[in-house]
């Protein structure tokens, strides 16, 4: 691996017409487990290197200063020969980009946040093989595993630059998907989850099946979803972290250069005379069990945790070196996770009074500008104050910006591998459109 990188950096040395390059080598190692009900389909193991070489060109325009990129895929199989013959032909390319000049990263004296994780890389395959047992012993009263993946990959990630950056990590994904499916009165249903975690995560992964198989049996005896006005929503599942990354989004470099944004640091986002919780929300490069943890971005620049709101006001926009630079602010890099604090209701205490639970949608969409959020659910919970009433092909629709000053999070929270935070949000008044 190091031969290759090695050729690589010999070749740029030849061309000082290339203003800068950034070099990332990915090396892969990997363990593929598929399950056929209960029956083992196929189990394989994969390992690969890949190099991804980014050159950059500087030149000048009408006064205008530019920083042109090109970016190519090398593979270790290459000669020398071919190599700088893609570098060269990358180069041509980079000379016909307009992208605004930004600096490149430098090294940096900052510790490295690196992830972590229980599982033994020596050992994918014994691991691999305890994580579909966990699968399988997940039983469902009518509900059944119809077919089941497992992911195990480790990731080597090296990245070195013109600037003299060299950092590298590892880390581990432990990914699972699984179908269930279930008879219903009237045809039969399937649901799709997936998940992903650092660790081996027996437990975690056993109760994620578990409550697919559950949500497969309610599924099958829902009734279609009435029109109901004015009634509590409680967002669950994969739609709480969708819903707190608008946030995210909100703050992002990008969306304050391209005017897509309302978040003024120092101003509270949430508006005035809140009734509801606040928002606290930190970004972090590490989060326990979180695959999507990363000590540096993809320029290298080294992360540590941002917090972006404190009590609904917004501390700080967070951004790459390139929006960083065209905002004229200090740069934070892309930090991969967020963790949001959580609220002051209990999840049971949301349950007490007349409401809707909606724990699966179709594909719930929330725009990161106008914040239009909702769409068509799959399986939801309506609680009339008497009886509870399993639904579905109900939909809501309606604006962060219009409830974000009544909105409330579980005391209890939840983790979806980037996100740690609330693991349920009421939103008062909405409609369900049956």
Request: aromatic share 8%; net charge negative; glycine share 6%.
């Amino acid at each position: 691996m190091k031969n290759i990188e090695n050729i690589i950096l010999d070749i740029l040395k030849k061309h000082p017409e290339i203003s800068g390059y950034k070099l990332v080598t990915l090396s892969r190692k990997s363990r593929e487990l598929f399950l056929i009900k209960d029956k083992l389909d196929l189990n394989r193991g994969k390992t690969s290197v890949n190099y991804t070489l980014t050159v950059y060109v500087e030149f000048t325009e009408d006064g205008e200063k530019y920083l042109g990129s090109a970016s190519i895929r090398l593979a270790p199989t290459l000669s020398a020969d071919e190599i700088e013959r893609k570098i060269v032909f990358a180069h041509s390319q980079a000379l016909s980009v307009k992208t605004k000049w930004y600096p490149l990263a430098k090294p940096s004296s900052a510790a490295l946040i690196n992830p972590t994780s229980d599982i033994e890389p020596s050992a994918l395959g014994d691991t691999i093989e305890k994580i579909a047992t966990a699968i399988l012993s997940a039983k469902g009263k009518t509900a059944r595993i119809n077919s089941a993946e497992v992911f195990l990959t480790m990731k080597e990630t090296h990245l070195c630059n013109s600037n003299g950056v060299d950092v590298s990590y590892t880390n581990i994904e432990n990914k699972i998907e699984v179908i269930t499916s279930c008879d219903g009165e009237h045809e039969s249903v399937e649901v799709y989850g997936d998940a992903h975690y650092a660790n081996c995560s027996i437990p975690q992964i056993k109760e994620l099946v578990e409550q697919q198989l559950l949500e497969t049996e309610n599924r099958s005896i829902a009734q279609k979803s009435k029109h109901i006005e004015n009634i509590p929503v409680i967002l669950r599942n994969s739609s709480v972290s969708s819903f707190f990354s608008f946030f995210v989004d909100q703050t992002s470099g990008g969306s304050v250069f391209h005017q897509a944004s309302r978040a003024e640091v120092g101003k509270n986002f949430q508006g005035e005379n809140i009734a509801g919780d606040l928002l606290t929300i930190t970004l972090k490069p590490f989060l326990e069990n979180a695959s999507a943890s990363e000590p540096f971005d993809k320029d290298g620049f080294v992360l540590k945790p941002i917090k972006i709101f404190d009590k609904g006001v917004v501390k700080q926009i967070h951004a790459d070196l390139q929006m960083a630079h065209y905002l004229h602010i200090e740069p934070t890099g892309f930090v991969p996770c967020f963790e949001v604090e959580c609220g002051s209701v209990s999840y049971d205490e949301m349950l007490e009074k007349p409401h809707v639970e909606i724990f699966r949608f179709s594909d719930f969409l929330c725009d990161p500008v106008t914040g239009d959020f909702g769409g068509e659910f799959r399986l939801a919970k309506y609680f009339d104050g008497e009886k509870t009433h399993i639904i579905h092909n109900g939909a809501i629709s309606a604006n962060i910006f219009a409830v974000q000053k009544e909105f409330y999070f579980s005391k209890e929270r939840m983790q979806e591998n980037s996100y740690l935070g609330p693991k349920a949000i009421l939103i008062p008044g909405l409609t369900i459109s049956g």
